[in-house]
Each structure stands twice: as C-alpha cells, then as structure tokens.
C-alpha cells in the first residue's frame, strides 16, 4: 500500500483560479443597516436595480399556486421557450432559458471561451463578464468608454478582430446609454460573437435586437425577468439566438436549470405583460423627474440613461467630490445607493428608480447633504 495522502484543494485547483476574487455582490441590507444605525424596514434601497413594484399580479397568483416543487420541471424548456417565442415573436428554437442571464452569460463562456482566449468589453461595465472570463481561462481587452461614456467605434472593432466575443450590455450598466445599431453592424463583420446585453431594454425607447439574433449566428440577445418582470429573487434569464447556437446551450447545460417557482412565475409573467410595461413606463417617467430634480441641486450632473437607474457625477464644475462619503451620508438617511471603486467611478453614483414616495426621499437626502456641505 503506497504513502497516505490527503487531498490539497489549493494544489488541486487550476492555477488559473488560485488569485480569483469573489465576485462583487450586492452587500446585505440587514447588515448594511445595522451598521450605520437605521431600521431596515425604512431603508430605500437604491443599489440593486431591482424594480420597486415587485412581481406581476399574475405571477404573485402563479406564486401562490401549486406549481409542484416535488417535481422535475421540463428540462427541455417547451412551455417557456414556447411563452417567449409570442412574447418576442421569435422561433421558440432560438431561445434558451437559464437561471438568470448570468447563466446565459457563463454558458456562452463554456461553450466558446477557452484558456487564453480573448473577450472584449467596454468599461465601466457589467462585472459578470469579467469574472466569467477569469473562470473559464479568458482574456479581457478592455476597450473604455470615452468622455461622455461614448462607445469606441474604431477600438472595439479592432480588438474584436483578435477576440473570440464581444460583451456588451445595452442600455450599458452603469452608464444607462443604448449601443449604436451602427456599432453592433460593426462588430457582426469582425468574425467575433457579439453578445448584447439588453437586461434594461424595456425601460429604454431603443428598439430591442432579438428578432435579428434569432437569424443571425454571430448575435446573441441577452434578457431577464430580474428588472422588468421584478422577479430578481428568483433567477430566471434568457437568451435569444440562432438555433444552432440555442442547440448547442440547450445540449451543455445543466438539464433541470429552471426551478419550478421560476417557471411558474415567469410563464405567469408573460401572461401580464401590460401591467409589467405600464409599470416600466412610470419608472421611466420616474427616471427623468428624480434626474432633473437632482440636476436642479447643483452639484449634482446625472447622466442621460434608458435604464431603471441613473448615474450621477459628483461635484460642482471643478470640483471632485468623493462618492464614497457621499455614499456612507446616504445610508445614514436610510438610502442605500450603489458606489463603484474604481478610478473613473469614485467621484459618482448610481441610483436605482425606485416609487415616486422613494424617490422623493431620495431628492430630500441628497438636498440634506448639499446644504451641509454648503454650509462647510
């Protein structure tokens, strides 16, 4: 019998993932609040996106029903491949459901990213893309977003000529800008897979891609129900595609992908679609009155957005205002905003739309903190 050994999970693990960080979650809000002193039943939470009027009536009704947890679901997805083709009026064999887009997002990756391969992205960006990337071997070229959050026509369609894909959501997160069709038409010759990301486009007057992915192989649409459908908690995404690359997803991914919850929730979801859109509607016109209200303070410059949130600079002309303490004056006023730590980001925030009675509060705490620093 040969020398005892035990397993080593860090000599075991692929060198690859050795200095992987965990990815950047949203923090807990129960957790948050505890800390800076406020009752988390008050808290107006700003920084997840998620759509403040919660699930369709239908869905709650779904919800609430006998939707058969004991079961396996149908791992070939017939009813909501079947729902989403109406929905989007698009070959049911072109669609392909996961939980969450972030499934969608880690397939594609299995499926056509290997070791030293490259992927582009456009920064700031979804940070989804990057980590996949740095599970599965990748590399990312990063191609930033000019003055203004412009996309770089002439970068990004020279680095996707020596990459395998392109990731980019439209509206962008956290910029809140739509991607030029002239852009994607662009990428589309490059020989790259161009994956767009349209996780917002029902808050946006930006017409939606899919119908061209169903028909074209080098274009995948990404969307989810997280946002529009207000049903983030259960995970469910899906991507529109041309069949066969949905053929290929459908063969590698895990088979029972959609719990039973999600799957009755979401077909219910598809089913109450003028009440979803009639919600986006208000939050867009939400969108534009908390924007130029905080305009209106002065020292604060939102950027024009076709997202559920809004990214604001800031800091009056000259001046560098640290999002951060912005960030930690906020959460003492029971408003939890989203601060991104990194470089071109630290002088801003983004704010999710939430109620005309959240946003309201919102406008209040911001105007509090520009009195205090009026006053020094």
Known sequence: MGAVRRFDPQEALRPALRSIPAYAALEDLDAVARQYGVDPAT??????????????????????????????????????????????????????????????????????????????????????YAFDAALHGGEV?????????????????????????????????????????????????????????????????????????ATEPGLVVLRTLSKWGGLAGLRFGYGVM???????????????????????????????????????????????????????????HPYPSEAVFVLLRLGREGQRIEGKAVRDSLRKRGIFPRFFDTPRLRDHIRISIGTPEQNDRVIAAFREIGEEQARG
């Not at 939707?67 to 049911?92: E, K, M, N, W």
């Not at 041309?242 to 919850?261: C, G």
């Not at 208000?282 to 969108?287: I, K, N």
């Open 141 to 213: 070229v990063d191609v930033p977003l000019l003055e203004g959050w412009a996309f770089d026509f002439e970068g990004l369609e020279a680095a996707a000529r020596e990459s395998k894909a392109v990731f980019i959501p439209s509206p962008n997160n956290p910029t809140g800008n739509t991607v030029p069709v002239a852009l994607v038409e662009r990428l589309l010759g490059t020989g790259a897979l161009v994956v767009l990301d349209e996780a917002y486009i029902e808050f946006s007057h930006t017409l939606s891609l899919a119908r061209r992915a």
């Open 43 to 128: 808290v107006v939470k700003v920084d997840g996106n998620e759509n403040p009027y919660g699930p369709s009536p239908k869905a709650l009704e779904a919800l609430r029903g006998d939707y058969q947890p004991h079961r396996y679901g149908d791992a070939g997805q017939r009813r909501l491949r079947a729902a989403i083709s109406r929905y989007l009026d698009v070959p049911a064999e072109s669609v392909v459901c996961g939980s969450g887009s972030d499934e969608i997002i880690d397939l594609l990756f299995r499926l056509f990213i290997g070791e030293g391969d490259r992927i582009v992205t456009a920064s700031p960006t979804f940070g989804m």
């Open 242 to 300: 041309h069949p066969q690359v949905a053929d290929l997803l459908m063969r590698t991914k895990q088979p029972y992908n959609i719990n039973a919850a999600a799957e009755a929730a979401a077909l219910a979801s598809f089913e109450d679609t003028a009440i979803l859109d009639e919600r986006a509607r208000t939050l867009a016109t939400e969108r534009e009155r908390i924007s130029a209200a905080l305009a209106g303070l002065g020292w604060l």
